[in-house]
């Protein structure tokens, strides 16, 4: 299920939203430039380590330098291929714009950051003793997604669902494609818990997380002064 686009209009130009997207892209670029023997390394370095948080003990035995705190805001302007940058900067480009209209680009930048320190905090509870480096915009855009739910509930989205070999377009509510999504991530996340720990993989706690964070803190960051297309 892959959001294509949404048919909702907006007033402003949303230059934060492309202007994260801007930034993803050139990290991304400078993570295939750096030599592949040392590429791992970049990600335990700025990607977000649950372990360096709850063990600083065992962080500092294996080598790691002070700042795990910094790499709550640092992984999530890292991705670990061309498909997870491309996938998460086109779902912020559908949704994000929506959400930055009614906040501004300054109100809707920090709401994003928070949104990804929640996700990120929230992958930290379900997994407080993973050393694998968790990476990507996802946490901070279901924070978007959370928002958008409640600030566009009946707008629509125009959405590919590829069943076997045979594409659909379809176009739902927004409230329906968003309730589906949650769901899907809540049920893997509570899949994951019966898994082996320090298994690598996608980090659902982390979208749930956001998902929540952005549903119950998007107010505090509306601007009264602007209001959606009717």
């Given at each position: 299920?892959?959001?294509l686009?949404?048919?909702?209009?907006t007033?402003?130009?949303?230059?934060m939203?492309?202007?994260?997207?801007?930034?993803?892209?050139?990290?991304f670029?400078?993570?295939?430039?750096?030599?592949?023997?040392?590429?791992?390394?970049?990600?335990?370095?700025?990607?977000?380590?649950?372990?360096r948080l709850t063990d600083?003990?065992?962080a500092?035995?294996?080598?790691f330098?002070?700042?795990?705190?910094?790499?709550?805001?640092t992984?999530?302007?890292?991705h670990g291929?061309?498909?997870?940058l491309l996938?998460n900067m086109?779902t912020?480009?559908?949704f994000?714009?929506n959400v930055?209209?009614?906040?501004?680009p300054?109100?809707?930048?920090?709401?994003y950051?928070?949104?990804g320190?929640?996700?990120?905090?929230t992958h930290?509870?379900?997994n407080p003793?993973?050393?694998?480096p968790?990476v990507?915009?996802?946490?901070?855009?279901?924070?978007?997604?959370?928002a958008y739910?409640?600030l566009?509930p009946?707008a629509r989205?125009?959405?590919?669902?590829?069943v076997l070999?045979?594409?659909?377009?379809?176009e739902?509510p927004?409230?329906?494609?968003?309730v589906?999504?949650?769901?899907i991530?809540l049920?893997?996340g509570?899949?994951?818990?019966f898994?082996p720990p320090?298994?690598g993989?996608?980090?659902?706690?982390?979208?749930?997380?956001?998902?929540v964070?952005g549903?119950l803190?998007?107010?505090?960051?509306l601007r009264?002064?602007?209001?959606?297309?009717r």
């Amino acid at each position: 299920m892959i959001p294509l686009r949404d048919v909702n209009r907006t007033r402003h130009i949303p230059w934060m939203v492309w202007l994260i997207i801007v930034v993803c892209v050139l990290v991304f670029l400078q993570e295939l430039a750096i030599p592949a023997k040392y590429q791992e390394q970049f990600f335990y370095l700025l990607g977000f380590v649950p372990r360096r948080l709850t063990d600083p003990l065992w962080a500092v035995q294996v080598g790691f330098p002070p700042g795990a705190s910094v790499t709550l805001v640092t992984s999530m302007f890292l991705h670990g291929s061309f498909a997870h940058l491309l996938f998460n900067m086109w779902t912020l480009a559908v949704f994000g714009d929506n959400v930055e209209d009614r906040m501004g680009p300054f109100r809707f930048l920090v709401f994003y950051l928070v949104c990804g320190i929640g996700a990120a905090l929230t992958h930290l509870v379900f997994n407080p003793t993973s050393a694998i480096p968790t990476v990507g915009a996802s946490g901070a855009i279901a924070g978007v997604l959370g928002a958008y739910l409640f600030l566009f509930p009946h707008a629509r989205i125009i959405t590919f669902i590829p069943v076997l070999f045979v594409p659909y377009f379809i176009e739902l509510p927004a409230a329906t494609f968003l309730v589906m999504w949650f769901v899907i991530q809540l049920f893997s996340g509570w899949t994951s818990l019966f898994m082996p720990p320090n298994v690598g993989g996608v980090a659902w706690w982390a979208h749930v997380g956001g998902f929540v964070c952005g549903a119950l803190i998007f107010p505090v960051f509306l601007r009264r002064d602007r209001r959606p297309w009717r």
